[in-house]
């Protein structure tokens, strides 16, 4: 079973970037079997998929979030990060990761609130 | 894009009670379609993928059908632990996509 653990940093300002890492352990994000994924849950909202990775570096984002999305790997350190641009207070949110299979969300990890505010 | 459609978005009902939550796939997602369960304070987890087929772990009382545009989530006989939001997702164009808006399930 995978286990995975967002981390950065809980307060952004309006307009800046949010950066986010998840470290993923008991397994390697270069399982061609997974694809690593960005799902958020704003608050009063439902869960919104930002986006998903796969080992190869092929990204697939929300069509709604795409221009300011980026994803990468870091294989060196078993980890994949997320980079949101120009956020707003919109983008206040409960950020988890996630592992799946082409089809399924499987595994995620604890999440991480980040709040946009000055 | 893909839009996922929900309903109802939020339903009352007593333990033991029989409950169906309905998706629409805004265009045909075959059986591409994935149910999960979210619990305030805790991650979601996946009851139901590929439209019917129980995610190992998960009791006999969830069931999915449906396939194209229309799906539906059935709990047989609500048990406390089951009042949560359910969210379904479909996973014919993107690994895995979007969500559809959710239905909160409360105690009546």
């Known amino acids: 079973q995978e286990h995975l653990q967002e981390s950065g940093p809980g307060l952004v300002k309006p307009s800046e970037t949010l950066s986010l890492t998840c470290s993923v352990s008991?397994?390697?994000?270069?399982?061609?079997?997974?694809?690593w994924g960005w799902i958020r849950h704003p608050p009063g909202k439902g869960l919104e998929w930002i986006g998903s990775?796969?080992?190869?570096?092929?990204?697939y984002y929300n069509p709604s979030l795409k221009s300011r999305v980026t994803m990468s790997l870091d294989t060196s350190k078993n980890q994949f990060s997320l980079k949101l641009r120009s956020v707003t207070a919109a983008d206040t949110a409960q950020y988890f990761c996630a592992s799946s299979t082409r089809y399924t969300i499987l595994y995620w990890g604890l999440g991480t609130l980040v709040t946009v505010s000055s | 894009d893909i839009q996922m459609t929900q309903s109802p978005s939020s339903l009352s009902a007593s333990v033991g009670d029989r409950v169906t939550i309905t998706c629409r796939a805004s265009?045909?997602?075959?059986?591409?379609l994935n149910w999960y369960q979210h619990t305030p304070g805790k991650a979601p987890k996946v009851l139901i993928f590929?439209?019917?087929t129980l995610h190992s772990g998960v009791p006999s009382r969830f069931s999915g059908s449906g396939s194209g545009t229309d799906f539906t989530l059935t709990i047989s006989s609500l048990q406390p632990e089951d009042f949560a939001t359910y969210y379904c997702?479909?996973?014919?164009?993107?690994?895995?996509?979007?969500f559809g808006q959710g239905t909160k399930l409360e105690i009546k």
């Open positions: 990775i796969y080992y190869s570096g092929e990204t």
């Open positions: 997702q479909q996973s014919y164009d993107t690994p895995p996509g979007t």
């Open positions: 008991s397994g390697s994000i270069s399982n061609t079997n997974y694809y």
């Open positions: 590929g439209a019917s």
């Open positions: 265009e045909n997602i075959r059986r591409y």
